[in-house]
């Protein structure tokens, strides 16, 4: 099949310092890719519409990957929602708007497996979208993340802008935020069992009853996912235009701990904090 990019397209890499925007950029080089299109914070605000647009007429780029967005863990989440909300509304926007404004030939859209029903059928199809209430920790990333994904479906159906969407399960891998109280499940049991393993404790104490189910994709097996889909796959407008991306695999949280405690040499008592 032929791809559907060129190695001599411009690709701008929205997000490309982070977790999941430098795997991305790892899986575009490794695939013979070299004109990467980058800008950090100091040099193109996302959330600022002016911004976006001078940048996009100075760089013209030809594809467009937006993995720029305000992120984090359950206690983020729930501490800051105007935070997600406002700020991912604000970057997605602008980035899409600007892409499709632009004449971008495509666009790739990375959203969240948060976007789902709490109570999804499991495993959890594309057609679960929308069909029941988000889990109210999250729920305003993944508003944010939704509207993102119609967005996209919206400028495909009324101008047919080449506009795709990726949702990922839970990631993890070089580059992850070890934060003490915003991180991810795993990168936050990560740094809580070697520091307990470095002080000797007797005791960690996790969320929880650790009996709900999480999927984890090594982030570089992502990236190469972005290219694939990017390269291959071109929806139609009567077809579904976002995909799920993950392994199929899934382990409780309490198998999660009992790993990363092994891995890390933790070797004292996992307690579980089910008020949380």
Not at 30 to 48: P, T, V
């Amino acid at each position: 099949m032929i791809s559907l990019l060129s190695k001599n397209d411009k690709i701008f890499v929205a997000g490309h310092k982070g977790m999941v925007g430098s795997a991305i950029c790892r899986a575009l080089q490794k695939k013979g890719y070299r004109n990467i299109l980058k800008a950090s914070r100091e040099d193109l605000d996302l959330a600022n519409i002016y911004d976006v647009r001078n940048w996009y007429k100075e760089h013209k780029p030809d594809v467009v990957i937006l993995a720029a967005a305000t992120v984090g863990g359950i206690q983020a989440n729930n501490n800051f929602p105007v935070d997600f909300l406002l700020n991912n509304l604000k970057i997605q926007n602008n980035v899409i708007e600007t892409s499709w404004r632009s004449d971008v030939k495509r666009l790739l859209f990375l959203g969240s497996s948060c976007i789902y029903p709490k109570l999804s059928n499991q495993p959890i199809k594309e057609e679960e979208l929308l069909t029941g209430s988000l889990e109210p920790t999250n729920e305003c990333y993944a508003l944010a993340k939704i509207t993102g994904i119609k967005l996209c479906m919206a400028l495909k159906k009324q101008y047919n802008f080449d506009a795709i969407s990726l949702m990922p399960t839970n990631l993890y891998g070089p580059g992850d935020n070890y934060h003490p109280t915003n991180s991810h499940v795993l990168p936050a049991f990560i740094r809580r069992f070697v520091e307990a393993s470095e002080r000797g404790d007797k005791v960690v104490t996790c969320w929880g009853s650790g009996l709900p189910m999480r999927e984890f994709l090594h982030v570089d097996d992502l990236g190469d996912a972005c290219v694939f889909v990017l390269e291959k796959w071109q929806p139609s407008v009567d077809e579904i235009q976002y995909l799920n991306v993950g392994t199929g695999i899934d382990l409780t949280i309490k198998e999660l701990a009992e790993e990363v405690s092994i891995a890390t040499n933790f070797s004292g008592k996992i307690i579980w904090d089910k008020s949380k």
